[in-house]
């Protein structure tokens, strides 16, 4: 875990992520990928409010550099160990970013669930919580297939074997939720969390 980061304030921000995205979901239909965006979003509000990370009072630097938080106190240059990146995913073990410096990062893997049958009220579920450092020789480079002729996306860098490198990373996991197939999806019984 990064330096003074707490589990609470984790259980903290995954309560506030499904509380305030609820109203929102219908955006992750049109949009996933800004869907994902929103939930590293409110998962930056949240530590702000919770933890003593904090994140950066000049806009354009949260909102266009590395990283979202940095713990309470540090000065700048910040060290990567001061660093946290806060990211929204829905795949299991990918971690992509338009960055690739090296600190911690927090990853809110979340499920979408519009019956609502993992808990009531709750149509956005956060089912794990990846903590990791990483270096910058754990990313690669994933080049854009934009190009004249259109269409592609812009380049990103993606976390070589996620799977390996992110095993026993989860400082939250919901027990009622489980991984099929490469796809998280609840399971019969109650919402207990470990």
């Not at 940095?70 to 338009?98: C, I, T, V």
């Not at 004249?148 to 989860?170: E, I, M, Q, Y």
Request: glycine share 8%; proline share 7%.
């Amino acid at each position: 875990m990064p330096p003074g980061l707490e589990v609470t304030a984790v259980r903290r921000a995954i309560d506030f992520i499904e509380r305030e995205l609820a109203d929102l979901v219908e955006l992750y239909f049109e949009q996933a990928t800004v869907f994902s965006a929103l939930v590293g979003m409110f998962g930056t509000k949240a530590l702000d409010s919770v933890s003593n990370y904090e994140k950066h009072r000049h806009s354009h630097t949260a909102q266009q550099r590395f990283p979202d938080l940095h713990r309470r106190g540090a000065r700048a240059p910040l060290s990567p160990n001061d660093s946290l990146e806060s990211k929204g995913s829905k795949r299991p073990w990918a971690l992509q970013s338009h960055f690739d410096h090296p600190g911690w990062y927090i990853v809110w893997r979340y499920l979408i669930d519009p019956t609502e049958s993992l808990e009531p009220g709750r149509p956005i579920i956060v089912w794990r919580v990846d903590v990791v450092f990483l270096n910058k020789d754990d990313w690669k480079y994933e080049g854009s297939t934009a190009s004249s002729a259109g269409g592609g996306r812009t380049h990103t860098f993606g976390v070589k074997n996620p799977a390996a490198k992110l095993r026993d990373k989860a400082v939250y996991q919901r027990r009622d939720v489980v991984l099929r197939d490469g796809k998280p999806i609840p399971v019969n019984g109650n919402n207990d969390e470990s």
